[in-house]
């Protein structure tokens, strides 16, 4: 299969350059190994429930982000929270997925695709995928997670692999949780409380359909600690805390499941004026993701830790690929 820009990754970096270069009127094909869009930016819907067990909202500080937020809301597909803590806290409502489907509308994409190597050959990247399917395009640019993006640069772009070494990440266990009872008094947001990062009711989303939806993310600690151990044991960790959070005996639970994060919150970014872009004669290779984030307001670093650095990020280099097709 062909394309002339190739984005691997369909989480909020690459959704965004996506959606810059198809306006541009450039031909585009987004690969992502999951089954879903979104990235971090993710949703699952089990026994009638639904749990945002990714990001659980996202702030809007620079002009781009708010205007796509301001469209997004105007549709419907988000609406404040102030549950959330921020005073410009947004979430899907009540579906964080939705903000991603959003995004990336009438974009190309293709799921469940691992590219496992990259080579470069007479003007033309080709990637290989473990279906052993092969896609040829003339630009690239890659979104993934840092560790996957180093691992396939390597041998085609060292110096880019490099930079993608550079960044660190901390892992979240994320456990989904039914309460069968809602106790009176039930608090519905929870953030850093002993191993608990944050722990919401998903009912208490706007435009949430009323259930006993409990999402609960340890902390980077407990994650980080607790990577390995068997998902029974965490599902048991952290509810227990949550009901000590909640200073409730005991809870009745119906539905559980647990879900690891490897790559779940940047902790190192790469630094601001690393490389993001190279190229071979007529072809681009550009990097964009949350671990190589961009500050979404001028007088404060980017941290990696927000959903808009990481498309803003996007943003960057699909402009960064556009004014050298100019060239």
Request: overall charge neutral; some cysteine.
């Amino acid at each position: 299969m062909r394309a002339e820009i190739i984005i691997i990754g369909a989480g909020m970096a690459g959704l965004m350059a996506g959606r810059i270069l198809s306006q541009a009127g450039r031909e585009v094909l987004i690969l992502d190994k999951g089954r879903r869009i979104g990235g971090r930016m993710a949703s699952r819907r089990d026994s009638g429930l639904l749990f945002n067990h990714g990001a659980q909202f996202v702030t809007a500080h620079s002009p781009v982000f708010s205007a796509l937020c301001e469209g997004a809301s105007d549709s419907g597909i988000m609406e404040k929270w102030p549950l959330s803590g921020r005073d410009n806290g947004f979430t899907g409502r009540p579906s964080m997925r939705d903000i991603a489907s959003f995004l990336g509308a009438n974009l190309s994409v293709q799921q469940e695709v691992e590219i496992v190597h990259i080579t470069h050959s007479q003007n033309s990247f080709i990637l290989q995928s473990t279906s052993g399917e092969a896609y040829h395009c003339q630009h690239l640019l890659l979104s993934a997670p840092a560790p996957q993006t180093e691992i396939l640069l390597r041998e085609l772009v060292p110096k880019l692999a490099g930079v993608a070494s550079l960044a660190r990440y901390a892992p979240c266990w994320t456990v989904m949780a039914e309460l069968l009872h809602l106790p009176e008094g039930l608090r519905p947001v929870i953030t850093e409380e002993g191993i608990l990062g944050w722990a919401s009711l998903e009912a208490s989303r706007p435009g949430a359909t009323p259930s006993g939806a409990v999402t609960l993310q340890a902390n980077a600690d407990y994650s980080e600690r607790f990577l390995e151990s068997p998902p029974e044991q965490v599902i048991k960790d952290v509810t227990t805390a949550y009901q000590q959070a909640q200073n409730i005996q005991t809870l009745k639970w119906g539905y559980q499941r647990a879900h690891r994060w490897r790559y779940a919150k940047v902790i190192k970014p790469v630094p601001p004026d690393a490389p993001f872009m190279e190229s071979f004669s007529a072809n681009m290779v550009a990097l964009a993701g949350d671990w190589y984030p961009v500050s979404a307001t001028p007088d404060k670093l980017a941290s990696g830790a927000r959903a808009e650095e990481a498309l803003l990020s996007g943003h960057r280099a699909a402009f960064e690929i556009l004014s050298g097709l100019a060239k």
